[in-house]
Antibody, heavy 120, light 106 residues
Framework: QVHLQESGPGLVKSSETLSLTCAVS?????????WGWIRQPPGKGLEWIGS???????YQNPSLKSRVSLSVDTSKNQFSLQLTSVTAADTATYYC?????????????WGQGTLVAVSS | DVQMTQSPSTLSAYVGDRVTITCRAS??????LAWYQQKPGKAPKLLIY???FLESGVPSRFSGSGSGTEFTLTISSLQPDDFATYYC????????FGQGTKVEIK
């Protein structure tokens, strides 16, 4: 059974960098899937942030691309998100996800989500 | 960018009703379309992928259809557990979600 668990600070100051990690169990990061991040502001809809393949190739939402950095750590079976220069608009629940073996795949597995608030 | 538009935004229905939600794409996404169900405080759950394929473990009262730019999610007989918000997602060009459809009890 695939399990994803997000971790990271629940509060980040405006203009600083949001950093989250997703620990994966039941599936190997190096097994050839796309690993990604999706966020949801309170009371609003879902927004894809970016995805990374185990080889390190990445895709980012064009609206966030300049601020997003994705990485994988196969030794720890986890992957990470960094979002720079955060503002109140980045306050959201952040989900880590596992997609398919190709980029054109639905999101079959989701973490439980972690709420990150940006304070001024 | 591919824009996804769902209708309606809110839907009120009775238990046992047949419910249909529509999702339209701003350009063709072929059949690369998924549907998710989300309940308050929970992560979304995949229901349908590739427009019409039922995810394992999902009740057969859920079905999806469409291709190109117009898609539908149908619940054949609404159950109490189905009151939730539903999202469509295209994954033909990056990944984009619709704004969601909240299904409420009438």
């Amino acid at each position: 059974q695939v399990h994803l668990q997000e971790s990271g600070p629940g509060l980040v100051k405006s203009s600083e960098t949001l950093s989250l990690t997703c620990a994966v169990s039941g599936s190997s990061i190096g097994s050839g899937y796309y690993w990604g991040w999706i966020r949801q502001p309170p009371g609003k809809g879902l927004e894809w942030i970016g995805s990374i393949f185990h080889s390190g190739s990445t895709y980012q939402n064009p609206s966030l691309k300049s601020r997003v950095s994705l990485s994988v750590d196969t030794s720890k079976n986890q992957f990470s998100l960094q979002l720079t220069s955060v503002t109140a608009a980045d306050t959201a629940t952040y989900y880590c996800t596992r997609g398919g073996a190709i980029a054109a795949a639905a999101t079959h597995y989701w973490g439980q989500g972690t709420l990150v608030a940006v304070s001024s | 960018d591919v824009q996804m538009t769902q209708s309606p935004s809110t839907l009120s229905a009775y238990v046992g009703d047949r419910v249909t939600i529509t999702c339209r794409a701003s350009q063709s996404v072929n059949s690369w379309l998924a549907w998710y169900q989300q309940k308050p405080g929970k992560a979304p759950k995949l229901l349908i992928y590739k427009a019409s394929f039922l995810e394992s473990g999902v009740p057969s009262r859920f079905s999806g259809s469409g291709s190109g730019t117009e898609f539908t999610l149908t619940i054949s007989s609404l159950q109490p557990d189905d009151f939730a918000t539903y999202y469509c997602q295209q994954y033909n060009y990056f990944w984009t979600f619709g704004q969601g459809t909240k299904v409420e009890i009438k």
